[in-house]
């Protein structure tokens, strides 16, 4: 069974500062998704990774992926207060069903 | 630009109530997904369809069932509602199976008395 974790699963941070969320998976898979979901709110589509060494950059947001570690990562760069939300990532692996499978999020609060 | 289209967009059922949850994709996208997200919880995946036939199938309960329409919308039927079926549950659509090119809709929250 396909296992997606995260870490931290809290996260409070200061405006300006960076940080990394980690996403750590456990099947071959090169199809890694992260998304965005504001409290009571659906998931917004923030970055689709489809290859080893893929890196995609939004704003403040930067993901990247390593299929052979089954890692990929979120970096904040000098965080704002409107980053606050909870972070998923989502896999589907490259055998069997083509489901996603969430991590178990990052809730990230920004303090000013 | 059309997005996802749910309904209702909340509704409070009681214990062994049945539930009907709509889900409308974006035009001409023919897969639909169903999601569960209890609270704190990541989503997890229900079902899905392709082209009006299932086409994969997660944790859903057998209280549970669904079927896209020849219109390609969607409907999650639930029966014998439990407490702890009160969540959120999400539709996506997509465009062919493409699970991580599919928009997700607004969520239906659904709460058992």
């Known amino acids: 069974e396909l296992k997606v974790e995260q870490n931290p699963l809290f996260l409070s941070m200061q405006e300006g500062k960076n940080y990394t969320i980690y996403c750590n998976y456990s099947t071959t898979s090169d199809r890694l998704y992260w998304y965005r979901q504001d409290p009571g709110k659906s998931l917004e589509s923030l970055f689709v990774l489809l290859s080893n060494g893929a890196v995609k950059q939004e704003g403040r947001l930067m993901a990247s992926l390593d299929t052979k570690a089954r890692l990929s990562t979120l970096h904040i760069t000098a965080a704002v207060h409107d980053l606050s939300a909870t972070y998923f990532c989502?896999?589907?692996?490259?055998?069997?069903?083509?489901?996603?499978?969430f991590g178990t999020g990052t809730r990230l609060t920004i303090i000013p | 630009a059309a997005g996802v289209i749910q309904s209702p967009r909340h509704l409070i059922k009681e214990k062994r109530e049945t539930a009907t949850l709509k889900c409308y994709p974006i035009?001409?996208?023919?897969?639909v997904y169903w999601y569960q997200q209890g609270p704190g919880q990541d989503p997890q995946f229900l079902i899905s369809f392709y082209e009006k036939m299932q086409s994969d199938k997660g944790s859903i309960p057998d209280r549970f069932s669904a079927q896209q329409f020849s219109d390609y919308h969607s409907e999650l039927n639930m029966s014998s509602l439990e407490l702890g079926d009160s969540a959120l549950y999400f539709c996506?659509?997509?465009?062919?199976?493409?699970?991580?090119?599919?928009?997700f809709g607004p969520g239906t929250r659904l709460l058992v008395l």
């Open positions: 989502a896999v589907v692996p490259n055998f069997g069903n083509e489901k996603l499978t």
């Open positions: 035009p001409r996208h023919d897969t």
């Open positions: 996506a659509s997509s465009l062919g199976r493409q699970p991580g090119a599919q928009y």
